[in-house]
């Protein structure tokens, strides 16, 4: 039996059936690719999930079409490829994000962050190498071009990644960095994964429910570890998150995509 996804938000397309060529023309992807492995059942649910959570994804963030396919420079794939254990990631050298066909579902608020943050970069600084994720620049360097947004944009990474006094690392890295040090790993506190999490928490916080878009910020092991923002600082995130998006989204709204 297929599995089932909590909802909790308006119908986006009237009850209809959509496919994944209705997906990118809503929104414009360079390209969606989907597996030879997809059986036509799948798709065609598939289609709909994803539909739904790019459009529950818009009206949470206030934007446009253009934001989620980040002005039509994103490409979206779904059961191709992958990495062993890996159920989602976003490749900055393709602007590909990529979700299995069986493990994917609730990966998707932080894959699209992931591609945001790299799209980001060298709008908020100059010179940026292509790989780069804005969060990882802004922790190195104090040269962010000058602009409204940039400033909303500072404001999420400083709340992501400092203490309120802005001198110290924050609660989230100090966390992520004890399960790094318990695991032997450097993933958990790098910049762009700290602001990923985030994003998820700000996503799962919003009145609009979307189990496919994310989960797992609250009930999870990684949750009591302290991997997503909690308390004070995760309503300071999703304030600062909230203020970023709808003035983006606002700014979108003025000018052509």
């Known amino acids: 039996m297929p599995r089932s996804f909590y909802r909790a938000g308006p119908d986006h397309r ?20 989907i597996g ?25 963030l206030g934007g446009t079409e253009s934001l989620i396919s980040l002005r039509s420079t994103l490409a979206l794939q779904y059961g191709i490829g992958g990495r062993p254990g890996v ?17 994917g579902p609730g990966s998707i608020a932080h894959e699209w962050f992931h591609a945001f943050d790299h799209y980001i ?16 620049l802004w922790l190195i360097r104090h040269d962010a071009v000058a602009h409204p947004l940039n ?25 992520s960095a004890k399960a790094d040090k318990a695991a032997g790993v450097n993933y958990y506190s790098q910049p762009e994964e700290l602001c990923a999490r985030a994003f998820e928490a700000f996503v799962q916080d919003a009145p609009l429910k979307n189990a496919f878009l994310v989960s ?35 700014a979108l709204r003025q000018k052509p995509a």
Not at 14 to 33: I, K, N, P
Request: include cysteine; glycine fraction near 8%; charged fraction near 25%.
């Open 36 to 60: 030879r492995w997809v059986t036509e059942p799948e798709k065609q649910r598939s289609a709909g999930l994803f539909y739904d959570a790019l459009c529950d994804l818009m009206t949470i």
């Open 151 to 175: 400033s909303r944009l500072e404001d999420c990474y400083r709340a992501v990644l400092l203490d309120p006094t802005g001198s110290r690392p924050s609660e989230l890295f100090r966390h």
């Open 121 to 136: 970069a060298d709008k908020l600084f100059t010179g940026t190498p292509k790989g780069a994720f804005g969060s990882k």
């Open 87 to 103: 159920s989602a990631h976003y490749t900055p050298a393709t602007r590909s994000f990529a979700l299995a066909k069986n493990a």
């Open 14 to 33: 009237a009850g209809a059936a959509v496919t994944f060529l209705d997906v990118r023309r809503r929104f414009e992807f360079r390209s969606v690719e």
């Open 216 to 250: 797992g910020t609250k009930e999870t092991e990684e949750a009591r570890l302290g991997l997503y923002p909690q308390g004070a600082q995760r309503d300071i995130i999703n304030n600062a998150f909230r203020s970023y998006f709808h003035s983006l989204g606002r």
